[in-house]
């Protein structure tokens, strides 16, 4: 394991890696501060620029853009409760209070130490647990795949999204648009239309830009400009009191969020979600949740950070991604030609582990950037969006054109842009879509070999006592959201019957 | 426009979304039972999986349809919702705003709409809402033109490939969009659209050696 982190290193501390992790990095936390801007948008619109660049380069950068997009969406959390990401929703509910009370510093300045922490705690895991994950997963065979996926299907059906019926309905629109072209096993062309171009399927980068950067171009647009935003900061030092209150969330957040971000589909939201509900579980300081408590801010930003990277368990080890981000990165490894799987840890090792050093050296860039830079990336909000989404735009459709050198690949932007718009517009989850384009051709494949094992009979799956138990967890996991739910509840409601009711008054409804 | 138009409004777009996503596994259906739904042996054949898949994205989405014609609203409180929910218990109501809350002023209030880690948060309620007007003092109706003019003048831009070349098409489109769309002045919008453009030649064509069309006049190849 050593010589595969001296191998990682070596690879990650050359000078070009360094250059692009940097860029990708600071690319990232800005692209995580502007509105209307994500880590997956940042990733699909960016992806085009690393096609010059070596693999490991580019996944390097695009890795940056994931991890740095997330500080980056901390950063609007806290100072005007706007999360940029998903996963920084939990964040607002602390971080803003504290912002409130003039301790903005204080938690951007702990979310950074959170999520430094988080990053290293789950690097050392993922360096332990992946090697020997994916020799498990060598064992794999068709039908445990096919379980596996089925199991991140369930998963992100069940999370993504505040509707599980949308949200399958998604998911198998991902998957009926991933059947287009040829079909891997028998050689057939459908839904082709006669058309060259269909032949080899619906492009899945351009999708990604089309559905996360043009469609939300076009739904802000849609949804009107707004003021403006300055941001201030009083209190720039973090206290020794407050590092010590941080130590045990930051520590619980971290294994929390790598266990969630490991589950294929799950993702780093419900890990921030998840660490913010048992933090107020466990905490001395519970009734102070929500009226500025740091551990309310340590904790999922290291559940968070500890889940992004966790996400790359799966999606090295088995080729499926653990959110949307990964699932485009996923597509950045096909066109780099490279098939992530647990032959990836044996053929490729210096991208592997160069990888996963970068993400040690990215979060120690992190660090050092955010500690002092937070105010300089807090102006960025002052950009009107009227300015950004030329800009944007410009940027989307020649990063497409770049990737096949063919205006085809503008028109299936233009086309998925329009449909991005309005799935955003009528509340329809789009990270489903996304894993089930991402996942169908795979999904396609695994069932064509489970059929041909079985002589025909699918029913061999159940046969598999390891693919047995994947589908019982994915079967579970549509009722997870409830039970973590009914979890979470009790212990709020066991708690505020304890403690005094007027620490429980929320402050939040007071104007600051 | 009124809430209840608004909503009236929302409501037929879903039903043609559902009615089209309808038709589209229909429609996959159908020519999924041409290719063959199985080989030699049971095996799987070409048409198995489109069949299945889009013989359940009729029905789920028929079922959405129906439910929308039916003026049955979709609940949007299950899944992370539900978690959220739990988790937030106690706190402040509606802790996260929207992309636009209002410098210094509260959180308000409202659910989130969330995808984990698909992007953006758009987070329901603030801002200015589908029936408010904007700060330039847009009303939901000059919006929604200015969607169908970015829209349209996106599909111009890439018919006028041919002609003024990719980087040529997109300086005029950058040009339209910042003075005409969002009617700032032509110089600065000349100005921000030759440096916008500028900057993706030199990354594009510059850095990464990417030969864009240059179109029958020759620009930017």
């Known amino acids: ?512 | 426009m009124t809430a209840p138009t608004a909503r009236r409004g929302i409501a037929v777009e879903q039903a043609v979304v559902y009615g089209l996503l309808t038709a589209l596994g229909l429609g996959a259906l159908v020519m999924a039972l041409g290719y063959g739904l199985f080989l030699e042996e049971s095996r799987v054949g070409p048409g198995l999986v489109p069949a299945v898949v889009g013989g359940l994205t009729a029905l789920i989405a028929g079922w959405e349809l129906t439910a929308t014609l039916r003026g049955h609203r979709t609940p949007h409180d299950q899944g992370l919702a539900e978690v959220v929910a739990a988790a937030a218990v106690d706190a402040p109501q509606g802790g996260a705003s929207s992309q636009s809350a209002a410098p210094g002023g509260p959180p308000s209030g409202g659910s989130g709409s969330m995808s984990p880690d698909g992007g953006p948060v758009q987070i329901l309620g603030s801002g200015p809402g589908p029936d408010d007007v904007d700060i330039f003092g847009r009303t939901p109706r000059d919006r929604s033109r200015q969607l169908w003019t970015v829209s349209a003048a996106l599909v111009v831009a890439a018919l006028l490939v041919p002609l003024l070349g990719l980087l040529g098409s997109l300086f005029v489109l950058s040009v339209f969009v910042s003075a005409v769309v969002e009617r700032r002045g032509w110089v600065p919008s000349l100005v921000v659209s030759f440096l916008a453009v500028a900057a993706v030649y030199g990354v594009f064509v510059g850095f990464l050696g990417v030969p864009l069309p240059t179109g029958l006049i020759g620009i930017g190849g």
């Open chain 1, 1 to 512: 394991m050593l010589d595969n982190l001296v191998l990682g290193f070596s690879t990650a501390l050359s000078f070009e890696n360094l250059l692009w992790c940097f860029v990708g990095v600071l690319v990232g936390t800005v692209i995580g501060v502007l509105p209307g801007l994500g880590s997956t948008t940042g990733v699909a619109v960016l992806l085009p620029l690393t096609l010059s660049l070596e693999p490991v380069t580019g996944l390097i950068m695009l890795a940056g853009i994931y991890y740095g997009s997330q500080y980056g969406g901390t950063i609007t959390s806290v100072l005007i409760s706007t999360p940029g990401e998903a996963s920084s929703v939990v964040t607002t509910l602390d971080g803003y209070q504290m912002a409130r009370q003039g301790r903005a510093g204080a938690a951007l300045s702990i979310a950074a130490i959170g999520s430094f922490v988080a990053a290293i705690i789950s690097l050392a895991l993922l360096v332990a647990l992946a090697p020997p994950f994916a020799e498990f997963a060598l064992d794999f065979g068709p039908p445990e795949m096919l379980a596996v996926m089925v199991l991140g299907l369930a998963t992100i059906v069940s999370f993504a999204g505040d509707n599980r019926r949308l949200g399958l309905l998604m998911a198998l629109v991902g998957l009926l648009i991933a059947t287009v072209g040829v079909d891997p096993g028998s050689g057939t062309s459908r839904f082709t239309f006669g058309s060259i171009y269909l032949l080899s399927g619906i492009p899945f980068v351009e999708v990604m830009i089309g559905l996360f950067a043009v469609g939300e171009v076009l739904y802000q647009i849609r949804q009107g400009a707004a003021a403006p935003i300055r941001a201030g900061f009083r209190e720039l030092m973090i206290s020794r009191a407050d590092l010590r209150r941080s130590g045990g969330p930051i520590l619980r957040g971290s294994f929390l969020g790598f266990v969630f971000g490991i589950l294929p589909g799950a993702g780093s939201t419900l890990a921030s979600f998840m660490a913010y509900g048992i933090e107020k579980r466990v905490s001395k300081r519970g009734g102070e949740f929500g009226t500025g408590a740091i551990e309310g801010v340590a904790a999922p930003e290291a559940a968070n950070n500890a889940a992004a990277n966790a996400n790359f368990v799966p999606t090295l080890t088995l080729g499926i991604p653990g959110g949307a981000t990964t699932a485009v990165l996923l597509g950045a490894f096909m066109i780099y030609g490279i098939q992530p799987g647990p032959l990836l840890f044996d053929e490729q090792p210096d991208l592997v582990w160069g990888l996963l050093a970068s993400f040690f050296i990215g979060n120690v860039i992190l660090l050092f950037l955010n500690l002092p830079l937070a105010p300089v990336f807090a102006q960025l909000l002052r950009v009107p969006y009227g300015y950004m989404y030329p800009l944007i735009l410009l940027t989307s459709l020649v990063g497409a054109y770049s990737i096949t050198n063919g205006m085809y690949s503008v028109w299936v932007v233009l086309v998925f842009g329009v449909i991005g718009y309005f799935m955003k517009r009528l509340d329809l989850p789009m990270a489903p879509l996304v894993l089930g384009l991402v996942l169908g051709p795979l999904f396609e494949k695994a069932l064509v070999q489970t059929s041909a094992i079985g002589d025909g009979n699918l029913l061999i799956v159940f046969t598999r006592p390891l693919a047995l138990v994947v589908l019982a967890i994915a079967v579970l996991q549509l009722a997870a959201p409830s039970i973590m739910a009914r979890l979470l509840r009790r212990r709020a409601t066991t708690r505020s019957r304890r403690s005094d009711p007027a620490d429980s008054t929320p402050e939040g409804s007071t104007r600051g």
